[in-house]
């Protein structure tokens, strides 16, 4: 039986976390962690979705007349978000005339996982962009109906739209764009389109990514950020205009090629996130990120949170170019993954 395989890979931000959420320029790297999506048709009328990472048994459905699922058990903890995205694709599919038969889909996240924590590589982006394309291969590309492409960036937004409805909580989308695009991108929201630029990073530079101890919930850090510029718009502004500022540095410095000035708009954006704690009455720095900032700068090189902060992965980077091999050596109690750049972004195959 025809089977369909969708991979795509998880992502790091760079640079530019809260204040792309304003339009400022954001900076993400795909890296090499994938989550897969597996399909195969099923006989009779019920469908089912296993998603590994949740730990409970498979989600059934039917389809009803317009293709769309109709969900017969209640959803284990974390599974709205794929099912989300699961209705949306096969609405998607049905206004361009794909045909949907019932089909087990597995999703298999446990590379953005370490055991049971999640470690803040974007496994919620992979997991959409992964059970988007595989939806798409199986329903349209299979039947001849996909004539055009649809974009890089009208992909992002209508999976943005799809995992969070209301737009005034949605996240940025950027992980989207890296599981979409791979590679390094620079990233901006456009009202509600979304800007993409495939860029390279300046030469001769070391990256190394920490794990500072403690999976992190992203939308209480946004929802934080959110309440800020309502609460407190004087400093909401302020810090943003540091953040665009900051951001643009590292654009700039990004289309010159000029290492020096990109380590310096890490540094100033891992200082600010520094002191975002009290303004946010949340722990965006974290100890762990303390102490792995004070490791990384006792060495020469600079340490900012990736993404939202409170836990997760911190970025440690300089332009030495045995930095790495260093860090490791000089500060072994750091927790360093070995997160590598991803030049693919999502894959799909029929076997």
């Known amino acids: 039986m025809t089977s369909w395989v969708a991979s795509a890979p998880g992502k790091a931000v760079l640079l530019g976390e809260y204040a792309v959420l304003d339009g400022a320029p954001a ?30 048994r498979p989600v059934r459905f039917v389809l009803d007349g317009h293709g769309r699922p109709r969900w017969q058990d209640d ?20 206004r361009h005339a794909g045909r949907v038969v019932p089909f087990a889909l597995r999703i298999d996240s446990g590379a953005l996982f370490s055991g049971a924590t999640k470690l803040g590589i974007g496994s919620s ?6 059970i988007d394309a595989v939806l798409k291969a199986a329903f349209l590309e299979h039947q001849g109906l996909a ?53 390279r990073l300046p030469r001769d530079l070391s990256l190394v ?39 643009e540095a590292g654009r700039r410095a990004v289309a010159d090629a000029d290492g020096a ?30 102490h792995a900032a004070a490791a990384v ?3 020469g090189g600079v340490y900012k949170p990736c993404g939202a902060g409170g836990g ?12 790495g091999r260093r860090l490791r050596q000089l500060a072994p109690d750091l927790t360093t993954l070995d997160l590598q750049p991803d030049e693919h972004g999502v894959r799909v195959e029929q076997e």
């Open 125 to 130: 982006g992979a997991t959409a962009v992964a």
């Open 297 to 299: 700068q006792r060495m």
């Open 75 to 94: 959803f284990p903890p974390g599974f709205a978000p794929a099912a989300a995205v699961i209705e949306s694709v096969l609405a998607y599919i049905g």
């Open 261 to 290: 000035a990109f380590l310096d708009a890490l540094a100033g954006y891992g200082c600010i996130m520094g002191k975002m704690n009290d303004l946010l009455g949340q722990e965006v720095m974290t100890a762990g990120h303390r």
């Open 147 to 199: 004539e055009k492409q649809e974009s890089a960036s009208a992909a992002v937004t209508r999976l943005r739209a799809a995992q969070q409805p209301d737009a005034a909580r949605a996240g940025s989308g950027i992980d989207l764009a890296a599981s979409l695009c791979g590679g390094m991108l620079q990233f901006r929201l456009a009202g509600d389109a979304v800007e993409l630029e495939a860029v």
């Open 27 to 56: 900076l993400v790297q795909a890296v090499n962690r994938r989550c897969t999506a597996r399909l195969v048709p099923v006989a009779g009328q019920i469908g089912r979705v296993e998603a590994l990472q949740l730990d409970s």
């Open 209 to 247: 990514f920490v794990w500072a101890g403690r999976p992190a919930a992203t939308s209480a850090f946004l929802d934080a950020w959110r309440q800020l510029e309502s609460s407190s718009p004087g400093d909401h502004a302020e810090l943003l205009a540091t953040m665009r500022t900051l951001a």
């Open 312 to 323: 997760d992965i911190g970025l440690a980077a300089s332009d030495e170019p045995d930095f």
